[in-house]
């Protein structure tokens, strides 16, 4: 009872403690996060409360005369781990687990201390894969081809998508277009593009991974195919939109797609430079 009612005393004293600057935690869902609050020199804590704020306040750990509790009715219940350095370990963290965490911390005086964590929460990128669409234009005969590079992950938050050639300091404008911020590269390529390579890079806070395919090979690989040959708006009215909003669809449905001889072929490590070396 008297626990409780300090409990009750010392939130209500937080809202009038002036926080402290406050930190910001990166967390991986699945993995767990340690939350570390510093305590000032010659600050000997008697109690301290964790609590996590946003959006909806609960009551996460605390520590009273030496001993912690954790089984609080908040979202991190059973989860949750509160060191003897009034460490805050969270396990297995989720996507919904980012906001803001504040410890309090009462010393053997009464001095009250707080601070504030930030935690944001990124899932790890992977299943990254590139789609190809082929375009034989009016410039076919010459021996060009138009390709749509289209980049996605099926899981990942916060994923940023780049291009680049292997041996070019940069995309030469005019041969290459991007749309869909970045995740669709459209590249004019000719006789003279027959091995190069293109690695789509997808990143994000806590991860990176990329995919390098040869384009030229996706040209005349269906040559003569009817059914392959694509218009132009085709592509930017159907294929496209449909390769980037649903591009966790496509790639679950990978392994079908390389079973039947599809309108479209899906890039894989398979096609990559590394396993076909572009002579110099
Ligand atoms: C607190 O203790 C835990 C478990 O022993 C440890 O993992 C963590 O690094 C410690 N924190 C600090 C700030 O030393
Ligand atoms: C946590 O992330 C979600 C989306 O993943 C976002 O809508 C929300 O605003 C974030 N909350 C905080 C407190 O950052
Ligand atoms: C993810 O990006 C969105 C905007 O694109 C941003 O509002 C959000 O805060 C970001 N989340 C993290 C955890 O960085
Ligand atoms: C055909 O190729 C030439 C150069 O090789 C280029 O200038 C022209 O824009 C291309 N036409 C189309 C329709 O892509």
Known sequence: MAAWLLLTLLLYQALLAAAHGSVQVTG???????????????????????????????????????????????????????????????????????????????????????????????????????????????NSSAGACEVFLTCGASKGTNVTYSWRRAEAAQLHAGTHSFFEAGQVLRVQLGPGDRTACYTCTAVNTVSQVSVTIVPWKHCHKEEGVAASKYDYRDILLIALPLAVLAISMVTMGILHSWKRSGKHRIASLADACEAEPVPV
């Open 28 to 138: 991986i869902v699945g993995k767990p996060v340690l939350l570390h609050v510093d305590v000032p020199p010659g600050f000997e804590v008697r109690d301290a409360i964790w609590r996590y704020l946003s959006p909806k306040e609960e009551l996460v750990a605390t520590f009273f005369r030496g001993s912690s509790e954790t089984l609080y009715q908040s979202r991190f219940h059973g989860r949750s781990r509160l060191h003897k350095n009034l460490t805050l370990e969270i396990g297995q963290v989720e996507l919904g687990d980012n906001g803001t965490f504040s410890a309090l911390l009462v010393n053997t005086r009464g001095h009250i201390e707080t601070r504030t964590l930030h935690l944001a929460v990124y899932e790890v990128v992977s299943q990254l894969a590139v789609q190809v669409f082929t375009s034989t234009g009016q």
